[in-house]
């Protein structure tokens, strides 16, 4: 069976910076790329990054490009996104996701297991 467990949201000042964990089970973690997406309440589930099997390929939104960095240990079977300058409009649910190909993209249905999310609330 697999999991996606995230953890590591909460909230945090304007300008503040946060890290999310993903840790996987059940799976052959080093044969996935891992995506995070958010969904802000009322509004559609989003790309924000991945990272490819290996790890020497990232991908960001432009919304979150020079601030959010992905990132993933193989051996601890975790993803990991570190956000600064954390901003109100970054303020939603935070999903991990696996994909069975070497390097993903923003398409949710690349992704063929999901975590239950964590909140990330940015005050202003």
């Known amino acids: 069976q697999v999991q996606l467990v995230e953890s590591g949201g909460g909230l945090v000042q304007a300008g503040g910076s946060l890290r999310v964990s993903c840790v996987a089970s059940?799976?052959?973690?080093?044969?996935?790329?891992m995506g995070w997406f958010r969904q802000a309440s009322g509004k559609e589930r989003e790309f924000e990054a991945q990272?490819?099997?290996?790890?020497?390929?990232?991908t960001y939104a432009d919304s979150v490009k020079g601030r959010f960095t992905i990132s993933r240990d193989n051996e601890q079977n975790t993803a990991y996104l570190q956000m600064n300058s954390l901003q109100p409009a970054d303020t939603a649910v935070y999903y991990c996701?696996?994909?069975?190909?070497?390097?993903?993209?923003?398409?949710?249905?690349?992704?063929?297991?999901w975590g239950q999310g964590t909140q990330v609330t940015v005050s202003s």
């Open positions: 996701a696996a994909s069975p190909w070497e390097v993903a993209s923003a398409g949710l249905y690349e992704y063929s297991y």
């Open positions: 059940g799976l052959t973690f080093s044969g996935y790329a």
């Open positions: 990272i490819s099997w290996k790890g020497d390929v990232t």
